[in-house]
């Protein structure tokens, strides 16, 4: 490793001005306006792929591009790693709070900041660097090597899913990796091995056919606002546990060892509560924060209307009130079985009187790697390159749903590799990464071929 | 009486002329584009209360002016009553709704279409045509008799409040009519003697600070939406009675001669449930409809909002959820009372962890005059000169300010003799009124001030 390491240390200032120049492409997916701007960061990832020596083409798709690279050289014996990444970025408004252009990447204080510096432009990038360090130290990589970087992961992903279906062989490999989520902290690498699933809904409740008049009416005639109150408030017992029949019933329990590993993590509930501005933290009682978020199912409103909104005081009983809700779930939960205990159990809950509805409208199941599988335990070895610190392995609260895609179609292993912080602002303005974590970063990925190689 | 019949008989086609004249005024006090044609229908009524024999004048207010007119040569043995209507009209949107031009009154079968045909221009009317028949017909007055017309009733009558306090010796009589409401049923003359109060609030339930991510917080930081639902969810028991403590200390039993009224009235459940579009009746168990409606209180939403309220799914753990809602009250709850009470008890149930803040926007106290009261009693007789059903005492679910102002400040009954029907349309496209109710309605309020003298 130390002639790798040497070339990093020698290449540091270039590795940053390239950086720069993908920065500065704003590369905003979601806004018609930057097309062009978007295909432009899709040509210089491959154009960077291929100056590393890896050739790489677009793939095209109803959206933008995938940039699809690979180096096979390594031979049928070497393992083969899959590096996914994204070239697009959120859009930077509020413009205004931004301390330097959010396409003028600056560093200050030893931080990047750029829109997509650390999602994922910046993290992504230490791969391709790591596959450079490689083949131009060694002339060869130690794995076969495959790169697909997509353009559309800030809007949803939407061609993704279909072409890791259809490119089901080309993309065989033995692991996935991603850095696209924060260590979880600073100097503390983490190792992402579980995440949890989704289970979305949407329900209706409806009272009269028309907006009534609360005095001519009021007392007599349901009120669906109230009847869609009562059902929610009965989603939740008082020890915060969800009510509807069987939803615990393939929770798969948290182990010894990962609860007491957690508990060990340097986490502090007030500072967390502080954070978020919260009066106090609630949640399923007999589980600590990190427990809650991470190992427990849970059922959270998302959103709410119905009736008059507007200022001041308008007397009507509403026709209809709507919410969104949903379920994070933990192995072994589907949102297939979740869907249907919910359906059962809001029909159950609907007052006489009021018609309510129920629909799903968006799933992804929960994934857990087992953390010692080879690719985790190369990652943990490869983060000691960077890090005096052991990487610990964490779980995820969201859903990342490539994970599930890359874990269904392709049964590998995905290893979440994530190289920055928790206050990086990625989707804010002033997103940054901290130069400590760039090069950091790259010195892992680097490091990880290697030790991947070595089992 | 019967030559004021026929000379109502005789006026009948003119009458309609001049009411048609009325409605053509496109007097939309909601909308300043139309302030000239506001002015212009006080102007209209001015000068018809005038050409009556009724010396008139327009009160400026900060708003639009208030119509004062007074005869009173009846002498100081004769009673005095104070007639109390409006000149403006609701805004005739959605315009493409109306079979005719909102403001070209037309009649069909019968009816007369037009904004503001009975609300309350042609009910108003029947007053200024009572004065001009007993003017014309007897040279005097039954009674000494002063109207006041105001053209801020669509927009909260704002400035009358004030104007009768200010002007009580002026205003000052022995009961006070107004005609701005439906008869219960078709040829059932109807006496409203009691209406409900209110106590309208908001209420606003804080979780984090801002907007958070529900993968990454859901299940450990406190969800206003859901907190707010179970809020909610308590100020009901599963009989329908509200859980406020106290919340019934004030409330008048309904006697026994009430309830066996209200049951021998032409309601019927069903016709009433499929009217409104409802799956079903719901209410405080123990009450019929009517009571439920009209002598009991009660607790609705009016409005709900928070999170995401978009199109598909956003998993966004709010920062803060919203709700409006408002109680009924019936004698003898007053609104600060309820107010305090609610105050106490949502502070209660505020779950940790949540910021639940209350705010009382608007109250009113409920009415109740004795229904058998001398004014009452001259409007019962008076509706036999039109209809051969006797009226019957009805109450009101809703809240009209003006007769607690007039009540409050000038410490007369007020008499709501109704010559509408539920199926006015008021408010909406395709208003009308009946003109068996317009020419029956000008017969009561003429008989009436004759009764009324009588005592």
Not at 403 to 426: E, H, T, W, Y
Not at 430 to 443: A, M, P, Q, S, T
Request: aromatic share 8%.
């Amino acid at each position: 490793m130390s002639e790798l390491s040497a070339f990093l240390k020698e290449h540091e200032a270039r590795h940053l001005e390239e950086l720069k120049e993908l920065l500065r492409i704003p590369s905003v997916s979601t806004d018609p306006a930057h097309a062009g701007d978007v295909r432009r960061a899709a040509e210089w990832v491959r154009a960077n792929l291929e100056a590393a020596g890896v050739p790489a083409t677009l793939h095209e798709t109803a959206g933008y591009p995938i940039v699809y690279g690979e180096r096979l050289d390594a031979g049928p014996e070497a393992p083969t790693v899959l590096v996914y990444g994204h070239y697009d970025v959120q859009p930077p408004d509020p413009l205004e709070l931004w301390t330097t252009g959010p396409f003028e990447p600056t560093v200050r204080d030893g931080r990047l900041y750029a829109r997509g510096a650390t999602d994922d432009k910046g993290q992504m990038f230490a791969w391709l660097k790591a596959a450079e360090a490689h083949l131009a130290v060694r002339g060869k990589l130690p794995v076969n090597l495959k790169f697909m970087i997509e353009g559309e992961e800030e809007v949803g992903s939407k061609h993704l899913s279909s072409y890791v279906e259809s490119h089901k062989a080309q993309l065989g490999c033995d692991a996935v990796v991603i850095s696209d989520s924060p260590m979880f902290a600073p100097e503390l690498p983490s190792i992402t091995y579980g995440l949890r699933g989704l289970a979305y809904f949407e329900i209706e409740a409806r009272g009269p056919e028309m907006d009534l008049h609360s005095g001519l009416f009021g007392g007599a005639v349901p009120n669906p606002i109230n009847a869609l109150a009562r059902i929610i408030a009965q989603l939740h017992d008082d020890q915060g546990r969800i009510t509807v029949p069987g939803f615990y019933e393939h929770v798969r329990d948290l182990t010894v060892e990962e609860r007491e590993a957690w508990a060990a993590l340097p986490h502090d509930d007030e500072a967390f509560r502080a954070s978020v501005g919260a009066a106090g933290l609630r949640g399923e009682e007999g589980f600590s924060t990190l427990e809650r978020i991470w190992g427990r199912p849970t059922l959270d409103c998302n959103g709410i209307w119905g009736g008059f909104t507007g200022e001041g005081a308008k007397t009507v009983l509403p026709a209809v009130a709507k919410a969104k809700f949903s379920c994070r779930l933990v192995p072994d939960q589907s949102p297939e079985d979740i869907e249907a205990k919910m359906a059962a159990y809001i029909e159950s809950l609907a007052p006489a009187g009021v018609r309510v509805k129920l629909t799903h409208l968006h799933g992804g199941r929960p994934i857990l790697f087992n953390p010692e599988n080879p690719a985790v335990q190369a990652a943990r070895r490869a983060f000691g390159a960077a890090y005096t610190a052991p990487a610990v392995n964490i779980r995820g609260g969201g859903s990342i749903p490539v994970v599930a895609d890359f874990s269904d179609i392709l049964q590998v292993p995905v290893v979440l590799m994530g190289f920055g912080l928790s206050d990086d602002r990625l989707h804010s303005p002033d997103e940054k990464y901290d130069l400590v974590c760039f090069y950091n970063g790259i010195r892992a990925a680097t490091a990880f071929l290697d030790e991947y190689a070595a089992g």
